[in-house]
């Protein structure tokens, strides 16, 4: 993705963010002239019930192509819908929820979401996104990378022959997604088979150096799960990057989400085109 189209991107998310400002400030005031809807006096009740529509509603956004660049927007909508059930949602001290402050519970319980199916990750993958989120791609003393390591049960020893993290004179830092090789070479050659982080980096990376049918023939190769656990994982990485203020490393992970449609339609052509060949 060229900076020029970036900056587009950019802007056009922050259009249609301003353009949804003023929907949200009318419903906090319709909200407070509906007298019909129940005041709901537990907050909890309310992250849960926020909780439950986030795990119903982003796999379908993340699935059908929200882009990571739009997902903060998009889960406005659905949020501020299960906000809208009440006539007012109590805090402990009795003070009713803003809008302001149900938008920010909105982002809390997509980031607890994010960590939920994250952890679901080999452990190698999910040291790496701590990390990441922890440190980006600097280095970090020895001694904290070691203590994300024992909560993993993994060894720095053994990210470094998964190709995850290099280490020298007591730093360590993650392998750089540039340093990855295009393709599958090698992934069979690690311990583990290959981590769902190392998947990812390799194609964001493939795309970035041989397109979309670069990038499509590495899903071939990979397999449609560990593919769609990659993709799913370049989200998450796209949301951290931005939250942590890692332009560039943004822009990496959102270009493979946003090529993703194509990619998938490159694979399913090939394997079309494949099946005709088996049966002329």
Same mark, same amino acid.
């Given at each position: ?7 587009? $991107? ?27 809807? =129940? ?15 986030? +795990? ?28 809208? +059930? ?31 199916? %994250? ?14 989120? =922890?440190?980006?791609?600097?280095? $970090? ?17 053994? #990210? ?29 050659? +690690? ?5 769902? *982080? ?8 493939? #795309? ?21 656990? $990659? ?7 796209? %949301? ?19 090529? *993703? ?18 049966? $002329?």
């Amino acid at each position: 993705m060229t900076v020029v189209a970036a900056l587009k $991107a950019e802007f056009a998310s922050l259009q249609r963010l301003i353009k949804m400002a003023p929907a949200v400030r009318a419903l906090g005031a319709d909200r407070g002239r509906d007298k019909l809807r =129940q005041v709901l006096k537990n907050q909890k009740d309310f992250l849960e019930a926020l909780a439950a529509a986030m +795990r119903e509603a982003l796999p379908v956004m993340i699935g059908g192509g929200v882009a990571p660049v739009d997902l903060a927007q998009a889960v406005i909508g659905p949020g501020m819908g299960v906000y809208s +059930r009440y006539a007012a949602v109590l805090r402990q001290d009795g003070k009713p929820v803003t809008v302001g402050e149900a938008l920010q519970d909105i982002a809390d319980v997509v980031a607890a979401y994010r960590r939920e199916r %994250t952890g679901t990750f080999d452990p190698g993958t999910r040291f790496c996104i701590d990390f990441y989120e =922890q440190f980006g791609l600097s280095e $970090a003393a020895f001694g904290d990378a070691h203590g994300l390591a024992v909560a993993y049960n993994v060894g720095i020893d053994r #990210l470094e022959q998964e190709h995850l993290v290099e280490a020298e004179k007591g730093k360590v830092w993650l392998v750089p997604p540039g340093m990855y090789p295009v393709g599958v070479a090698g992934l069979a050659e +690690r311990p583990l088979g290959g981590s769902t *982080w190392e998947a990812c980096m390799r194609l964001a990376v493939t #795309l970035e150096r041989e397109g979309e049918n670069g990038a499509a023939a590495l899903v071939r190769e990979l397999g449609e799960g560990p593919s769609v656990r $990659a993709r799913e994982l370049a989200v998450w990485l796209y %949301t951290i990057a931005e939250a942590r203020k890692r332009p560039d490393d943004a822009l990496l992970f959102n270009a493979l989400d946003a090529a *993703w449609a194509r990619i998938q339609q490159l694979v399913a052509a090939a394997r079309s085109a494949g099946e005709q060949g088996r049966f $002329a």
